[in-house]
């Protein structure tokens, strides 16, 4: 689950991201984002298959130091001079606490070597965008997360899926 073509959700649709300037520092940043270990190498030219619809992200310009892909220099979203041909992949180390189940909505979802989360998430009515109700973005709606089972295990996933430590 921590190897294949790169895909990113933005305006709820997925896309791919163009290899150009693609490399490790870039890569490093998607593993640390997936908590899939080190980054091991950064693959182009649609080396684990071409995606299809949007390519959302282009130019990728990563120090590897930042917490998620958002906080990376890039292209504006949607912008680019790419072909499926170019899509970018990455190759993690696979040390992750995580498993990929896609039945369990807090887990990251795998789907034919692609690395996708499934559900959007946000949180309300905090002080901060780090802290609040949490909820989903599922079925083309928003909705909360019942609290039966509810620990600090679920709380990492949610903080580490939002960038906010």
């Known amino acids: 689950r921590c190897a294949g073509r790169l895909e990113v959700l933005w305006k709820q649709e997925w896309g791919t ?4 300037n693609w490399d490790l520092s870039d890569a490093m940043v998607v593993c640390r984002q997936l908590d899939c270990g080190k980054a091991l190498s950064a693959p182009g030219s649609a080396h684990f298959g071409e995606g299809t619809g949007r390519i959302w992200l282009d130019d990728m310009n990563c120090t590897g130091t930042e917490a998620d892909l958002s906080a990376c220099r890039t292209r504006p979203w949607g912008e680019h001079n790419c072909n499926h041909g170019e899509d970018a992949g990455v190759v993690c180390s696979g040390n992750s606490r995580l498993h990929c189940s896609p039945c369990d909505p807090r887990r990251l979802c795998c789907v034919e070597g692609e690395i996708k989360k499934p559900i959007k998430l946000q949180l309300v ?3 901060s965008r780090c802290a609040g109700r ?6 083309q709606q928003w909705g909360t997360v019942c609290d ?3 620990d600090i295990t679920d709380a990492e996933v949610v903080c580490r899926q939002l960038g906010c430590g």
């Open 17 to 20: 991201v163009c290899d150009d």
């Open 125 to 127: 009515n905090g002080s």
């Open 134 to 139: 949490v909820e989903v973005f599922y079925g």
């Open 148 to 150: 039966d089972n509810w």
